[in-house]
């Protein structure tokens, strides 16, 4: 029996206007290919929550422009 511990982030958008992008479970080659990506369009990291489930770290990020 495997068992999995599962993260959530919740943070209240105050600004309705701003613009966000999610990413939840990704490794991390994924993610900071993501990252890089948005970089580069203005994009700018809000959260990044690393976490394990089965001995493999996972990431949840959060963006904002």
Known sequence: ????????????NVRKDKPEIQIHGWKYADYRAKYDQLWLQ????????????????????????
């Open 1 to 12: 029996l495997k068992h999995e511990r599962l993260f959530g982030v919740y943070i209240k």
């Open 42 to 65: 203005n994009w700018r990291l809000r959260d990044l929550t690393p976490y394990v489930i089965n001995n493999n770290v996972r990431y949840s990020a959060i963006w904002h422009q």
